[in-house]
């Protein structure tokens, strides 16, 4: 036998990236739910970089100063509470300010760069189901299963506003749809980790389907996937 046939197999990995509102996190949690694994909302980690950056006054254009803001931050994820140095921001990080910062924060590569062990300490047994928009394209390209969960722009800004809304935020559509469509661009558009299918992953277009259906696609996938 090859040491490769000895070699401790890593836990598995669902990644589940896509564009903003796509609906991801609620179906990766769930999809994590039905299979008993961890979840890991790495879009939390980057929203966490950019409140603190808004807070302490750290330019969203200084990649130097906010990749050490990063690499001291060391939150908990408890159920639906996030701990940072002992006060829950999991709503704080919800504003829709913070997710535009978080979005600037994150074009910065060695920001990025921080972030990326922190992001691989969440794969432990027995899977992982991790959402974002570079889970299977740079932080676990040997995922079992990616795929990419996308929604026409419309719905995705009634889906945003919905959720602002039953969080206690006030929110307007129209600038929910503008504010989404230059959070795409900008995901898009970076030089560093861009939003786009990795290769291989299942693109699912979420507009016309309904969250169980939804989670329903993601687990007949990873049933009916190449196992390791
Ligand atoms: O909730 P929403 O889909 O709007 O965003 P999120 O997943 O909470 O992520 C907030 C921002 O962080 C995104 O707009 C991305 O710019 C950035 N992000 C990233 O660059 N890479 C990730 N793996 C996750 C989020």
New binding site residues.
């Given amino acids: 036998m090859t040491d490769a046939a000895h070699a401790p197999q890593l836990p598995q990995v669902i990644a589940i ?6 609906g ?2 609620t179906i990766a949690q769930r999809v994590a739910a039905v299979l008993g694994w961890h979840y890991l ?7 966490i970089v ?1 409140l603190l950056a808004l807070r302490e006054a750290v330019s969203l254009d200084d990649g130097l100063a906010l990749s050490q803001l990063a690499g001291q931050i060391e939150p908990v994820f408890q159920g639906e509470r996030i701990l940072l140095g002992g006060e829950d921001i999991a709503l704080a ?2 504003a829709e300010q913070v ?2 910062a ?6 910065h590569p060695p920001l ?1 760069a921080v ?1 990326v062990e922190l ?1 691989r300490r969440f794969r432990r047994s027995p899977g992982l189901v ?6 299977g394209t ?2 676990f390209p040997d995922a079992d299963l990616k795929v990419f969960l996308t929604a026409s722009a419309a719905s995705r800004a009634q889906r ?1 506003y919905k959720q602002l809304i039953e969080k206690g935020f006030s929110a307007k559509l129209t600038d929910l749809l503008r504010d ?1 469509e230059e ?1 795409d661009a ?2 898009s558009a ?1 030089a560093v ?1 861009p ?1 786009k299918p990795a290769e291989g992953a299942l693109v699912l277009d979420s507009t016309h389907l309904s969250i169980e259906q939804t989670v329903e696609a993601v687990l007949e996938a990873y049933r009916r996937r190449d196992p390791r």
């Fill in positions: 990236d896509g564009p903003t509102a796509s991801k996190g909302d790495s879009g939390a980690l980057y929203r950019g990080i919800r997710g535009t978080a979005s600037r924060v994150a074009v990025r972030l992001q991790a959402d974002g928009r570079d889970m740079v932080i945003r989404l959070r900008r995901d970076r980790a939003l």
